[in-house]
């Protein structure tokens, strides 16, 4: 975390004093849901090579919620928790870009005195209080696609399966999926649905169809491919999939998403013919 004394030039380690700027943070706020959203500016004190990043200037701003006009407000709410880039749940967009705040660096993105940051929530989800949003229509998805292994009852049954190198490297990358909704935000086919009952048809998105591919490949978790694949094949499935290709563009993990919505596209495809043919 940054501290506020840096603002008066202090010791950076080297002996030199650290060179400090303000960084302007425009921000949009909203109550609650279903509320309306404003804009706040607040100005920051940053240290040059400090490594601060959004995360630890929103902590400066909620310390002291004081507008550049004067007018104390209230702190900004944003939701964080590993502050590593692997909880995924302090997604926002930065600039006009959806990415994780607490691996977007000020030096990065503001590095002059005077650069303005801009701070909204994302726009797939409903808004739960300024920059947090509610993501549970994401681990509904993970529930529609039974995104787990099943093992109950086989835990004493001895050494699962063995794993083929080149099948564990492409389960891998996507077992580093965090749930952050950066593709989902992206994404043109993705519309925000406030209603539960309408999660079921709208398009399901490339974060769950990229979990299909990492537990259908699992030796044990194939036991449930089926199931999965039938829920990739009906409404908002993988054919309503636009290939935008946003997903891959924004996912900081650098899962290749557009690879596995194709596997799993050829995937319902054959096991839609294999339905067909056996009259189920």
Not at 65 to 82: A, L, N
Not at 107 to 134: C, E, H, Y
Request: glycine share 10%; aromatic share 6%.
């Amino acid at each position: 975390m940054v501290s506020p004394a840096s603002h008066n030039g202090s010791n950076n380690g080297s002996g030199a004093p650290a060179r400090s700027r303000t960084v302007r943070f425009r921000i949009q706020r909203c109550e609650g849901p279903a509320k309306p959203s404003r804009w706040e500016e607040f100005d920051v004190p940053v240290e040059a090579g400090a490594g601060a990043n959004v995360i630890s200037c929103l902590q400066l701003i909620a310390a002291n919620p004081v507008t550049v006009d004067g007018k104390r407000t209230t702190p900004v709410v944003w939701d964080s928790g590993c502050l590593e880039e692997v909880c995924g749940s302090c997604t926002m967009v930065i600039n006009g870009r959806v990415r994780q705040s607490c691996s977007c660096l000020i030096d990065n993105d503001a590095p002059n005195d005077g650069d303005v940051v801009t701070l909204q929530p994302m726009s797939k989800f409903p808004v739960v209080r300024d920059l947090w949003v509610d993501r549970a229509r994401m681990f509904d998805s993970l529930r529609k696609i039974k995104a787990w292994v099943p093992i109950d009852g086989l835990h004493d049954q001895g050494a699962g399966p063995r794993e083929r190198p080149k099948t564990q490297q492409t389960r891998y990358v996507h077992s580093t999926c965090m749930s952050c909704g950066c593709c989902l935000e992206a994404c043109p086919q993705y519309k925000l649905e406030e209603d539960p009952d309408d999660w079921d048809t709208a398009f399901i998105g490339a974060a769950a169809i990229g979990q299909v591919r990492l537990f259908n490949k699992h030796e044990t978790g194939a036991e449930l491919a089926g199931e999965r694949l039938d829920a990739l094949m009906g409404p908002g499935g993988v054919t309503d999939c636009g290939n935008a290709q946003n997903c891959v563009k924004v996912c900081p993990k650098e899962i290749p998403l557009t690879e596995a919505i194709a596997d799993m596209g050829r995937a319902v495809a054959l096991h839609g013919l294999k339905k067909f043919f056996r009259g189920k």
